[in-house]
Antibody
Framework: EVQLVESGGGLVQPGGSLRLSCAAS????????MHWVRQAPGKGLVWVSRINSDGSSTSYADSVKGRFTISRDNAKNTLYLQMNSLRAEDTAVYYC????????????WGQGTLVTVSS | DIQMTQSPSSLSASVGDRVTITCRAS??????LAWYQQKPGKAPKLLLY???RLESGVPSRFSGSGSGTDYTLTISSLQPEDFATYYCQQYYSTLWTFGQGTKVEIK
């Protein structure tokens, strides 16, 4: 069974940092591109970042470019999101997501972890 | 970046109604479009991909169509469990984008 379990969320002050983790199991993690998607309270889904299967290529939404860094450790089957210079508008539930290879979109999502940026 | 404009933002419908949600991309996306259903407090659920391909286990009352820049999600006969928020998403670009969402409420 495919499982994605996020952790690392919490309350952080503006300007602070946080690192999210996503532990993957039930599939060959190193074969899949992975993404982070966020959702502010009461708002829609927003794509944040993606990383290719071996970690050599990454992309970011303009809103987080230069502040967030996506990475992965294929030996540990874990995806990361390092978030620096956090702002109030980064407050959201952060989901990790596995990109489908043959199909499109995301079949598997984590349960989400809440990040709250507030003083 | 490719912008996705989804409409309407909300709608009220009754059980048994036919419901249509549209999504327009700011450029052609070659059917690289997925539709999701999301219920409060839950992760999104994939309904369709490649614009019209039904995800395994999803009821056949859900269907998708479209091409180029314009796409449609149709629920042929709305069921009580279908009251939720629906999102389109393009994956034509490696920089994904989602529509703003359509909340389907009970009339």
């Amino acid at each position: 069974e495919v499982q994605l379990v996020e952790s690392g969320g919490g309350l952080v002050q503006p300007g602070g940092s946080l690192r999210l983790s996503c532990a993957a199991s039930g599939f060959t993690f190193s074969s899949y591109w992975m993404h982070w998607v966020r959702q502010a309270p009461g708002k829609g889904l927003v794509w944040v970042s993606r990383i290719n299967s071996d970690g050599s290529s990454t992309s970011y939404a303009d809103s987080v470019k230069g502040r967030f860094t996506i990475s992965r450790d294929n030996a540990k089957n874990t995806l990361y999101l390092q978030m620096n210079s956090l702002r109030a508008e980064d407050t959201a539930v952060y989901y990790c997501a596995r990109e489908s290879i043959a199909a499109g979109g995301v079949r598997y999502w984590g349960q989400g972890t809440l990040v709250t940026v507030s003083s | 970046d490719i912008q996705m404009t989804q409409s309407p933002s909300s709608l009220s419908a009754s059980v048994g109604d036919r419901v249509t949600i549209t999504c327009r991309a700011s450029q052609g996306i070659s059917n690289s479009l997925a539709w999701y259903q999301q219920k409060p407090g839950k992760a999104p659920k994939l309904l369709l991909y490649a614009a019209s391909r039904l995800e395994s286990g999803v009821p056949s009352r859900f269907s998708g169509s479209g091409s180029g820049t314009d796409y449609t999600l149709t629920i042929s006969s709305l069921q009580p469990e279908d009251f939720a928020t629906y999102y389109c998403q393009q994956y034509y670009s490696t920089l994904w984008t989602f529509g703003q969402g359509t909340k389907v409420e009970i009339k």
